[in-house]
């Protein structure tokens, strides 16, 4: 603006001594170009609270309207809250690195960045808020300096990095300065995959409704916006009306606005000619685009609504050549996609972009992890435009991709309400008679065998033998047979039929008929447990709506779900009740369908006649004779908490004295809750009010990330900008503490399963996980080896790493494969470089082969290798890789195209495209990846078990394609390699004091139990219009693609999210009403899986979804679109 605008460079008072000035030099030069007048302040150090005042005192008179600051680390700590430099001058911080390299090894390097670096420059500065931008500088050749008598390293500053710094400030510093009526922001939309029923993916999110409470927001800013969408219904109801991603409405709709193909020729030419090379060898010249056709123009896709467009993100390119997903990882992005960001700056000319909700496909695109050059695609397509992005707040490590890769400001968001499963329909029956039969026990025996008889068939009709069944053991779910046979005996000739164990035919097992005791141990029991695990399973309750606390009874859960786990310093709520009441057992690891002890019961008798909370019980003398197990104890305890928190919620400020009476420990964690947890909560609103704020060229205030329902209430209140963690300090001590256990307890379930110890294991490692947990996956792939992390005296950071002795571990060894993700090799190369000596470490170790399964195999191979010609040294480093993942620059594992186009004929076809999407390893060797196809191969061949582990319950393996792409992509690929089926299992650490290891086909079963068709679920998505059925939607692709990998979906789940989502008239008509395309794609989805043979459905079914498809059809055709 006019001179005006000033911007601040702090960099160290070091670099002023040794006369290593001229990165900064350079900046503020690049700055004087763009019209701004910088001062540069160097410190000695920012941490100092004197050089944070004499800071604040230095810019006071200079009205200072943006800072770039290169010095390292963060002014914040993790205890430090209040009033921090950068909230009292109340800018932007622009990170920008210099950085301790030379620009040689940034240029080889995919990472872009060092560990040491990125741990100085980018993740501890991201703990301040600041934006993350490029490395401006690097080291350069040693000169002697007379003066100093020594060897000083200078500074060489690239200009092309320094412009783009420069002119990302100017930017900022522009959308601070001008008018709120002169102002113009996009908000985009992402849509993947690209069918009109999957617009506005945000997960966790309603994005159209949020995407409305933000116009109305700005609106009231002073914005002036044309007429507004009323609803998050009617929003999508505009887009749609106008052109879209989707295929279908192309050519047929009308296109609003559009680049010309001349305007985009000339942004083309201006491209780096590497980046012109590739997108056109990829998709020819821009006048060959499919997406600009004869109208000359790229048309662009969204609403112009005065000073906002709403955009929806272009497609990456994979939906014009389905072929391109089995080999094309690093697909650069098509014409019509660089195109639509061009319009938005040049004709639209945006000041800042919002993308809204995690995530699009901007900051996935090739290129380097950190420090981006100008050939990398996200800085081609984004350019030094601010970037604003309102993201789920337990997702830091896609979070950090977009601070990263895209200079995004982070705007976190809460997590959807949350809440107990419940039991329902046929369940509930199934429960009420498991009951009906311990009563009479006590009272009727007489009438055992025949409520015996009732239960049996409904277990069968419900098909919840087969949730049993694959939930247990092979040996467990045997004793379940015997009694399953009976009402069920379909076989014509019973004596043919042998139990795989008894050695007896059926006939000789019902002459014997099996005691009451044999029943409960066979079937009661472990149905017991099975129901209240399921009744406390934690689902998501409708979604969250930008800006917005729950309330009612989702605040209510929210709260209980938040306040369940430990955090600092606190029991946690119903492990303090429990506490209280002298229960010798904890509510949060205990078995639940363990029998309750008499003095346990009497116990909660009490409690109960005292708290009056016993709506379930008819007989007041005997209050809690139903509270047999654990499980009922926890349901008793559960509902006072939701007694107590209504209270609360109520009026926080009541005396407490005519409340329930509470024990002293229930009392401080409600006092917790009325004065730290609901306050936070009700601060939800921040999530506008910082966006706003960003919108204003002005600091958004950082927080942690995590998942609040694991014990990070720290995360509150949310609409901050996000960080991560400290990379040198992971795996922390308490991930080894999980990760230990989870070694244990997946040890523990092969030999169940199996009957001896695994050898070899593969693990899916997700960057985003790491982050949340501290490093629960690392800590038990180490672990499995037999190998404990060494941390640092007082900084707890991991500095080596000791190997446990054979004697000391009293189990063999298990030889673990990795494969990472891409965002997991661009974050954590310091956990790559640990793993990577552990397992040359074990190898070395001379120890018996069945004990140390690695060592014995990498000796094996590099004699097998080295017997084929190759150099010795060279085949032991192929015969020691065990981190596998995607190509450099590259993302995923390659499914979801596939299963979207469906481009595929048999499971061998997506194992083919994961291994080409996977197949690069990672080390020390191969620090920035190298192409390993056959050791992937041998590592394939040799896999016994395929885990992947879960951190948390605020979402579950049928919310993303993430679960099916890896862990189902692995399992395809280990039978294809191997020729045998995988012990396929998912660990659940979303209780670390108590992870739990499960075959996967008993984690399926039972997230379709707790929450794909559970009513409550479904009510409530259908709060949420368009999006809720669009989540239905998503539910369905992703239990299909589950299938078409591991095959572990039975008949059953198919009919019954059949008969849920489309058969249901109520459910019917609110997907065909807010979304039909939702309605269209679930029922034709389904079709397909029966045309597969997936699925045997029953013919009238198929024909109804057949009449459905074709009526959703009708309804897309006759919508009509914006006044």
């Known amino acids: 603006g006019g001179g005006q605008g000033v911007g601040d460079l702090c960099f160290y008072r070091a670099h002023y001594l040794s006369g290593n000035t001229a990165p900064v030099d350079a900046l503020c030069e690049a700055l004087r170009d763009r019209q701004l007048n910088p001062v540069p302040v160097y410190v000695s150090a920012l941490r100092d609270r004197e050089v944070q005042r004499a800071v604040v005192q230095a810019f006071a008179g200079a009205q200072i309207q943006a800072v770039i600051n290169t010095t390292g680390f963060a002014i914040q700590t993790d205890d430090t809250s209040g009033n921090t430099l950068w909230q009292q001058l109340d800018v932007p911080v622009l990170q920008a690195m210099c950085s301790g390299g030379t620009k040689v090894a940034w240029e080889a390097r995919g990472q872009g960045l060092s560990p040491q670096d990125m741990a100085m420059n980018v993740v501890l500065p991201e703990m301040d808020g600041r934006l993350i931008t490029r490395a401006i500088s690097f080291k350069g050749v040693q000169r002697r300096d007379a003066a100093l008598e020594t060897e000083v390293v200078t500074y060489e500053p690239l200009g092309d990095r320094i412009a783009f710094v420069a002119e990302l ?114 998709w020819g010249t821009p006048a060959l685009d499919p997406d600009a056709p004869d109208a000359l123009q790229f048309p662009v896709a969204g609403l112009e609504l005065g000073q906002v467009f709403v955009g929806i993100q272009p497609p990456r390119g994979y939906d014009q050549d389905p072929s391109l997903n089995y080999h094309a990882p690093d697909l650069e992005p098509p014409h019509a996609y660089l195109a639509f960001y061009e319009w938005l700056r040049s004709h639209f000319q945006a000041q800042a972009i919002v993308h809204v909700g995690k995530h699009g496909n901007l900051e996935w695109l090739p290129g380097k992890s950190i420090a981006l050059s100008e050939a990398c695609y996200p800085e081609v397509v984004l350019g030094p435009l601010p970037h604003l992005y309102p993201f789920i707040v337990n997702d830091p490590g896609e979070g950090s991709q977009a601070k990263r890769r895209a200079q995004a400001v982070i705007i976190d968001h809460l997590t959807p309400p949350l809440t107990r499963a419940e039991l329902y329909g046929p369940l509930l029956q199934i429960e009420g008679l498991v009951d009906e039969y311990y009563d009479a026990q006590r009272l009727d025996p007489s009438r055992l065998p025949v409520i015996r008889d009732r239960l049996l068939s409904l277990i069968q009709t419900a098909e919840v033998h087969t949730d049993l069944q694959s939930s247990r053991p092979a040996h467990q779910s045997s004793d379940l047979e015997l009694f399953l046979l009976k009402p069920t005996q379909k076989n014509k000739n019973p004596q043919k039929t042998l139990h795989p164990n008894s050695g007896k035919t059926v006939t000789e097992l019902e002459a014997s008929d099996p005691k009451p005791a044999a029943f409960e141990t066979a079937v009661l029991a472990p149905l017991d447990t099975y129901l209240c695990d399921l009744k406390e399973a934690q689902i998501r309750d409708g979604l969250h709506i930008l800006g917005q606390c729950p309330e009612g009874r989702q605040l209510r859960d929210l709260a209980i779900a938040i306040a369940r786990l430990p955090s600092d310093g606190r029991l946690g709520l119903t492990r303090a009740i429990a506490q209280d009441l002298d229960l010798d057992w904890d509510p949060l690891t205990a078995n639940l369908g363990e029998a309750l002890s008499g003095g346990d019961r009497d116990r909660l008798n009490l409690f109960n006649r005292f708290n009056r909370l016993n709506p379930f019980n008819p007989e007041p003398e005997a209050p809690g004779y139903a509270c047999r197990t654990l499980g009922d104890a926890v349901e008793r305890i559960e509902q006072q908490a939701a007694v107590w928190i209504d209270a609360l919620i109520a009026s926080p400020d009541r005396d407490r004295t005519n409340s329930t009476p509470a024990g002293t420990k229930t009392q401080r964690e409600l006092d917790w809750i009325a004065h730290t947890l609901l306050p936070q909560l009700r601060q939800t609103s921040d999530e506008i009010t910082n966006l706003l704020r960003g919108l204003d060229g002005r600091y958004v205030p950082s927080g942690p990330s995590g998942a609040p329902s694991r014990g990070r209430s720290d995360v509150l209140p949310t609409g901050r900008n996000f960080y991560s963690v400290d990379i040198r300090g992971l795996p922390t001590e308490s991930a080894w503490a999980v990760g230990d256990r989870a070694a244990s307890a997946v040890i523990e379930r092969y030999t169940q399963d199996q009957g001896e110890y695994p050898q070899t294991l593969g693990l899916s490692m997700w960057g985003t996980a790491t982050m949340r947990t501290g490093g629960d996956d690392m800590a038990e792939a180490l672990a499995l080896l037999g190998v404990r992390p060494v941390w640092e005296g007082p900084s707890r950071r991991v500095v080596d790493f000791e190997i446990l002795p054979l004697s000391l571990l009293g189990r063999p060894r298990v030889d673990v494969t990795l494969r990472i993700s891409g965002f997991f090799r661009d974050a954590f190369a310091n956990l790559i470089d640990l793993f990577d000596q552990v397992v040359s470490a074990v190898a070395e170790l001379d120890e018996p082969p069945d004990q140390n399964p690695l060592a014995a195999r990498v000796r094996a191979e590099t004699e097998s290798w080295v017997a084929q010609g190759i150099p010795a040294e060279q085949a032991q480093t192929r015969s020691r890789f065990r981190i596998f993942g995607s190509k450099p620059g590259a993302y995923g594992a390659g499914l979801q195209g596939l299963i979207e186009a469906q481009n595929w004929e048999s499971d061998r076809d997506l194992a083919h495209a994961y291994i080409n999407w996977s197949s690069y390893a990672y080390g020390r060797a191969a620090i920035s990846g190298q192409a390993a196809p056959e050791a992937f191969h041998q590592r394939l061949q040799s896999l016994h078990i395929v885990l992947h582990n879960q951190d948390n319950r605020e979402h579950d ?80 692709d992703y239990l299909f693609a589950y299938d078409a990998t591991t095959g572990c979906v039975p008949d059953h789940m198919y009919a019954g999210v059949a008969a849920a989502y489309v058969l249901d008239p109520k459910a019917q008509a609110f997907v065909q009403t807010h979304n039909p395309w939702a309605l269209r794609d679930m029922a034709e989805r389904l079709l397909e899986a029966n045309q597969r043979g997936m699925w045997k459905g029953e013919s009238e079914v198929l024909a109804e979804l057949r009449a459905i498809a074709l009526q959703a059809e009708e309804k897309i055709e006759t919508r009509s679109g914006p006044p």
């Open 169 to 282: 400030a100017a930017r900022w510093v522009e959308l601070r300065q001008s008018e709120v009526s002169d102002k113009r922001i996009a908000l985009i939309l992402a849509n993947y995959p690209t069918r009109d029923g999957r617009l506005a993916n945000g997960v966790g999110l309603d994005t159209p409704e949020s995407c409305v409470r933000i116009l109305k927001a700005l609106q009231r800013q002073g914005y002036q916006l044309s007429h507004l969408p009323e609803s998050g219904q009617e929003l999508i109801e505009w887009l749609t009306a106008g052109i879209t991603n989707d295929p279908e409405g192309r050519g047929l709709r009308p296109v609003s606005q559009g680049l010309a193909l001349a305007d985009y020729q000339t942004y083309f030419e201006r491209l780096p000619a590497a980046v012109r090379e590739g997108i056109q060898q990829r």
């Open 957 to 1036: 393996l049928l919310d993303s394609d993430d679960y099916y792409q890896f862990q189902g992509g692995l399992t395809a690929a280990v039978r294809l390699a191997s020729g045998l089926e995988p012990q396929v299992y998912f660990g659940d650490h979303a209780r670390p004091e108590n992870p739990q290891v499960r075959p996967l086909s008993a984690e399926i079963a039972r997230v379709y139990r707790s929450r794909v068709v559970n009513p409550k679920w479904i009510a409530g998505v259908m709060r949420h219009g368009y999006k809720g059925a669009f989540e239905m939607a998503a539910t369905v």
